[in-house]
């Protein structure tokens, strides 16, 4: 049972607009910022959003992220083929002193 | 470009201590005010934090583990390295370095089985 809750699937067609929830607590994001990690089959995760909204260098820009209150939602405008993958947040939980991952999202593109 | 790459066997065997290294290559493990994770995942399943150190060696465990985990720094090698003991099948798992307090680069991975 992960700390932060995110649906176990999510699907689109290309160009719609996804979005991903995932659900924590006062103590992690309702606190502390959210961060979203991509993980492509075979691969490392890698990150996409950090402190909530902000994307590294490279990222596209139809990737975006928000929070509101205890949840935080990654949002992909335009979705493509390539972005087929799972989705992970995850948040710093200030009650327990350690980074919390929510349970993974697998986006399907249609 | 840093760059880092996880180390260690690929089998342990059941109640013995699971040892592993990240090298950091590309960048000082001393420069910036960095911590740096363990990260788990078993197959199918998703993420786990083991723990992290910060470069003046204080650490945070995830709590599930902290009986059992141990994370040390090597400045002069340009490493870290985790120690977890008593493991059981459980474990077994792709094990990932990151770092920094976003987690924005990671090892590739390696993956540790658990069994005699």
């Known amino acids: 049972q992960s700390v932060l809750t995110q649906p176990p699937s999510a699907s689109g067609t290309p160009g719609q607009r996804v979005t991903i929830p995932c659900s924590g607590s006062?103590?992690?994001?309702?606190?502390?910022?959210a961060h979203w990690y991509q993980q492509l089959p075979g691969t490392a995760p890698k990150l996409l959003i950090y402190?909530?909204?902000q994307r590294p260098s490279g990222v596209p820009d139809r990737f975006s992220g928000s929070k509101s209150g205890a949840s935080a939602s990654l949002t992909i405008s335009g979705v493509r083929s390539e972005d087929g993958a799972d989705y992970y947040c995850?948040?710093?939980?200030?009650?327990?002193?350690?980074?919390?991952f929510g349970g993974g999202t697998k986006l399907t593109v249609l | 470009q840093v760059q880092l790459q996880e180390s260690g066997p690929g089998l342990v065997n059941p109640s013995q201590t699971l040892s592993l290294t990240c090298t950091i290559s590309?960048?000082?493990?001393?420069?910036?005010?960095?911590?740096w994770s363990w990260i788990r995942q078993p197959a199918g399943k998703g993420l786990e934090w083991i723990g992290r150190?910060?470069?003046?060696?204080?650490?945070n465990y995830n709590p599930s583990l902290k009986s059992r985990v141990t994370i040390s720094v090597d400045t002069s090698k340009n490493q870290f390295s985790l120690r977890l003991s008593s493991v059981t099948a459980a474990d077994t798992a792709v094990y990932y370095c990151?770092?920094?307090?976003?987690?924005?680069?990671w090892g590739q991975g390696t993956t540790v089985t658990v069994s005699s």
């Open positions: 402190r909530t909204n």
């Open positions: 990151a770092r920094g307090l976003s987690m924005d680069v």
């Open positions: 150190i910060y470069t003046s060696g204080s650490t």
């Open positions: 995850a948040a710093w939980d200030d009650s327990l002193s350690g980074w919390v």
């Open positions: 590309g960048g000082s493990i001393s420069n910036g005010n960095y911590h």
């Open positions: 006062s103590s992690n994001i309702g606190n502390n910022h």
